[in-house]
């Protein structure tokens, strides 16, 4: 963490860019502590005269530059100052600009006009602490080496030192090809494998490369083997690693420190000062790297030496720690990029959602509206069938801003959720009642399943009636005609899981996965015009109140869709009511 004030050197051709990139960098919502210090440049050769003359940590460079020299600025800035972090601010049309400057040589890159000042300051201390560690790392290795090569030299004959120097050559050069490589890619996956693939023969016998999942466990992606005659223990030994159970531990280390050892007993012992972990297996040795960036563990590689030819020493050590720092950086960048085109693809779509979907009904209104100022009196039947229209679309227009609403709540942590002892029974009944008319309308039979007692759910009856409330309308609009919904609630393990079960088409396998994601709509004939929203947001709120939600599907069978919430601890009984049974007459 850095403790002393930054000075930051902002490049951009906008004046009103460059001034509000200002005001961040010292406004309180920055986060900069201390305040960071800005001083502001609108033409390369005068930001080069000014780095040359007066100390400065970072460059902000606001792309596009007035004199179009974006990419070849970035150069220009790392010749004159070689070391000097660079982050890119891009407008949202230029990212792919932005990240060729970053494969260019910047450390990051933010886009404008998306961030109050925490991300621009949060990328400026990492690119600030990332350079920090990157010159005192390539300063340690430089004296090493030199230490190292000047000890051998004078103490072996013309031969050796050729040899040695030759094999630092080949790691300086497999490095260099490395970073190319692994920037070749802008899938975190792809990077991962990439990384894997590469380290052998150079780092190891055979590798494993495991992803961090959210949930602090490891999902292998790729494996590598020079020789799978001799090497089958030890690469069955680095796949193992993915389901070690001290391995949540060995992250949290890592993530912490940047370094563990594993002992011949497997337990875990501080790894000194060097970010690497090793452990010796017989006649094997491997090493387990973390991939780490901006204090996030991505991932690890499982790095195996196979028979007693090889031996990993301090240098091996040092290569693949080097190694698995552009790997990660290479992952990190893929995985911003990323994480950028999902927030691309949101904004488009609820853009899209914004024209298309409010669009409707604002001009039905409108039409309604003018109907309205121009009728003569003579025809009540019309006037009320303009009223009924004008309400109905703006209870579709509230319905739909509610789910924008909730869908930047959830996606921020922050949706609301006042938990309180409530009767699963009152729920369903609540249900059944909003519904009875819809039902009837499609000429659907709706039914309940519940057992004789329930325990009491923790949770907001407000927010499990919406949940109920969207899988039942979603089941409504996939059932024909005189087919039958089912609303079943049971106690399971600690829980009462609520289920909606229909008779509609079901869900084709390559589709059952995809339903809680955000904006995805069904393709079958059935499906009437949606936001996409509803599952997704159902999801939201049951992962709010700790519980889970899953569905059972089959093309041909119905689908049910069940979710979990947790009992009231020590939660008498509730008596159930009767059975009921809601049935739409079928038209003649």
Known sequence: MLHTPLTVLIVDGNPADARRSREMLAGPASLAVPPMRAITSDRIPDALATITREPVDAVLLG???????????????????????????????????????????????V????????????????????????????????????ARLAAELASVDADRARSIAESLGRRAS???????????????????????RLAVPMLGDCAVGFMARDDGTLESVETACRDHTHCGRGLAEARALGTCADMATLLRRAERNGNFVLNGTG??????????????VAAQQWMLVPLQARDRVLGVLAL????????????????????????AVAMDNARLYEASRRATRTRDQVLGIVSHDLRNPLSAISMCAVALRDFDGHAPRERERLVTTIHTSAEWTQRL?????????????????????????????????????????????????????????????????????????????????????RLGVAPSDGTVVFSVADTGPGIAPDH??????????????????????????????????????????????????????????????KARRAPREREAAVPA
């Open 111 to 146: 886009i404008k006009g998306l961030d109050d000042g925490r991300v621009l300051c949060r990328a400026i201390r990492h690119a600030v602490e990332r350079a920090a560690l990157a010159r005192g790392r390539d300063a340690l290795l430089y004296r090493e080496h030199d």
């Open 63 to 109: 792309l596009p530059l007035a004199d179009g020299s974006g990419l070849e600025a970035v150069r220009l800035i790392r010749r004159a100052m070689p070391g000097l972090p660079i982050v890119i601010a891009s407008p949202p049309d230029a990212e792919e600009l932005a990240f060729r400057g970053v494969q260019a040589g910047a450390q990051d890159y």
């Open 304 to 327: 195996v030496a196979c028979g007693a030819g090889r031996q990993y020493d301090e240098a091996e050590l040092e290569l693949a720690e080097a190694y698995a720092v552009r790997a």
């Open 512 to 573: 059952v996965e995809h339903i809680f994601d955000w904006y995805w709509r069904a393709t079958h004939e059935r499906a009437e015009r949606g936001t996409g929203l509803g599952l997704a947001i159902a999801k939201g709120i049951v992962d709010a109140h700790g519980g889970r939600i899953w569905v059972a599907s089959a093309p041909g069978e119905g689908t049910t869709i069940s979710f979990s919430v947790p009992v009231v601890t020590s939660s008498p009984p």
């Open 174 to 196: 497999f490095l260099a090809d490395a970073g190319v490589a692994l920037s070749a890619t802008l899938d975190a996956r792809a990077t991962l494998a990439t990384a894997t």
């Open 401 to 485: 801003l509610g789910d924008l609403l909730d869908i930047a709540s959830i996606e921020a942590g922050r949706l609301s959720v006042a938990a309180r002892p409530v009767d699963p029974v009152v729920m369903i009944s609540h249900a059944l009642d909003l519904f009875e008319l819809t039902a009837h309308e499609h000429s659907l039979r709706v039914v309940d399943d519940m057992p004789d007692v329930l325990p009491s759910i923790m949770g907001d009856p407000q927010r499990i009636l919406q949940v109920l409330a969207n899988l039942i309308s979603n089941a409504i609009k996939f059932t024909p005609k005189g087919g039958t919904i």
């Open 267 to 280: 337990a875990v012992t501080p790894g000194g000062s060097s970010r690497r972990a090793q452990r010796v």
